[in-house]
């Protein structure tokens, strides 16, 4: 079964909390139950890992015991080129979360060392960014696994509930989507 691991950077165990007009108020842990669900729906086994510190996630990164990721590095997308180089250097693909879109934030949010080196961004859109990366993922595996396998995980990406609708994401045929705003809660 093709494993995705979830990797949370810096202060992503205080949503619910931490400035909930911006993140909302649901917390991490319910948004990886969601998460697990969905995964499960799309035959895929999921793990999750947030770290406030940055050797941590490098650390984790290296295990490479993984098919592809799925990176909200928080603060550490604006900061870290140590996080850049160990996302390189694994070779391992990617997907990029945020839950808000820092390009409509402050300057030094605009500052991204990850987003050229991703396979897609999903920004601004709240908890549903991490679904879409997730159906994006299954697509992208669909894609490189045997023509049997392939297909049967495909349709699984298509059927599952809460796919993307038709034209919006992988699980619709188009491109994954890179931003935009809406969301449940509009962050």
């Known amino acids: 079964m093709p494993r ?9 165990n205080l ?7 911006i993140y909302g108020t649901e917390t991490l842990d319910a948004i990886h139950a969601e998460l697990a669900r969905h995964a499960a729906e799309l035959g895929l086994e999921i793990e999750f890992f947030q770290s406030n510190h940055e050797g941590a996630l490098i650390d984790r990164l290296h295990a490479r015991d993984f098919d592809v990721a799925i990176v909200n590095a928080g603060a550490y997308t604006h900061t870290s080129i140590a996080l850049r180089d160990a996302l390189k250097g694994i070779g391992l ?3 990029e979360v ?4 820092p390009g ?3 300057p030094f949010r605009r500052v ?6 991703a396979l897609a961004s999903f920004v601004g859109q709240g908890k549903r ?10 697509a992208w595996l669909a894609e490189r696994a045997g023509p049997a396998e392939g297909a049967a995980q495909a349709g699984r990406a298509r ?3 809460g796919a993307a609708p038709a034209g919006e994401g992988p699980a619709g045929g188009g491109p994954p989507r890179r931003g935009g705003t809406g969301g449940e809660d509009g962050r």
Request: hydrophobic share 45%.
């Open 4 to 12: 995705v691991l979830v990797l949370q950077g810096p202060n992503l």
């Open 15 to 21: 949503l619910g909390l931490r400035e909930p007009e």
């Open 93 to 95: 693909p990617f997907f």
């Open 98 to 101: 945020h839950l808000s879109d």
């Open 104 to 106: 409509q934030r402050e």
């Open 112 to 117: 991204n060392y990850l987003a050229d080196i």
């Open 129 to 138: 960014g991490y679904h879409l990366a997730l159906e994006a993922a299954a």
């Open 159 to 161: 059927t599952a509930e």
